[in-house]
């Protein structure tokens, strides 16, 4: 099993940093990317970022020069980052980690709120 805990998220201006931090404990093995995606109301979810073991990294149109993702794997855990900067409004929504591994494992966090004021 893989355990995800995401964290910082909150409530911004607009123009404003946010940063997103998703950390992954259990059975890491077999990890082959892990990412962000999110889900306004009454929207569906949408991918956000990726990135891979080898550092292959993959962004909406919406948030490329804007948000970069990354990861850490030190002390037996996998974390990847969301650096969020120039929030608008429509960035506002519920993120959620994501990680795949191989065999089709698929797992979620419990997301966590960005909220973009105007």
């Known amino acids: 099993q893989v355990q995800l805990v995401e964290s910082g998220g909150g409530l911004v201006q607009t123009g404003g940093s946010l940063r997103l931090s998703c950390a992954a404990s259990?059975?890491?093995?077999?990890?082959?990317?892990m990412g962000w995606y999110r889900q306004a109301p009454g929207k569906q979810r949408e991918l956000v970022a990726t990135?891979?073991?080898?550092?292959?990294?993959?962004?909406a149109d919406s948030v490329k020069g804007r948000f970069t993702i990354s990861r850490d794997d030190a002390n037996a855990r996998d974390t990847v980052y969301l650096q969020m900067n120039s929030l608008k409004p429509e960035d506002t929504a519920v993120y959620y980690c994501?990680?795949?591994?191989?065999?089709?494992?698929?797992?979620w966090g419990q997301g966590t709120q960005v909220t973009v004021s105007s």
């Open positions: 259990g059975d890491l093995f077999g990890i082959i990317s």
């Open positions: 994501k990680l795949d591994k191989w065999g089709r494992y698929t797992y």
């Open positions: 990135i891979t073991r080898g550092e292959i990294t993959n962004y």
